[in-house]
Nanobody
């Protein structure tokens, strides 16, 4: 019954923007810190951004700092990732991840492709 469903991925040109969304259901969303990860073929999974339960604290990987923004809406059970100034090296499958004290959940991922 627990679900995290990402959407918003697609093909964009370098310099373009995408907004990814993750809709959660089946658990108490507001109790979970939320993260966005990404993984490109042949590379390790990378933590991209983190947001605290109330949205007051955020952290970003150095590679995306200043370009990406994570946000959440606890009333809608959503977490978003606004991605601007996209680069080819941002190409990956992006996953949302919910983290609580003793459990966590993963979405199925959404593909982001930034063409050269």
């Amino acid at each position: 019954q627990v679900q995290l469903v990402e959407s918003g991925g697609g093909l964009v040109q370098p310099g373009g923007s995408l907004r990814l969304s993750c809709v959660a259901s089946g658990f108490t969303f507001s109790r979970y810190s939320m993260r966005w990860y990404r993984q490109a073929p042949g590379k390790e999974r990378e933590l991209v951004a983190t947001i605290s339960t109330g949205g007051g604290n955020t952290n970003y990987a150095d590679s995306v700092k200043g370009r990406f923004t994570i946000s959440r809406d606890n009333a809608k059970n959503t977490v978003d990732l606004q991605m601007n100034s996209l680069k080819p090296e941002d190409t990956a499958v992006y996953y949302c991840n919910a983290v609580e004290f003793f459990e966590g959940y993963w979405g199925q991922g959404t593909q982001v492709t930034v063409s050269s």
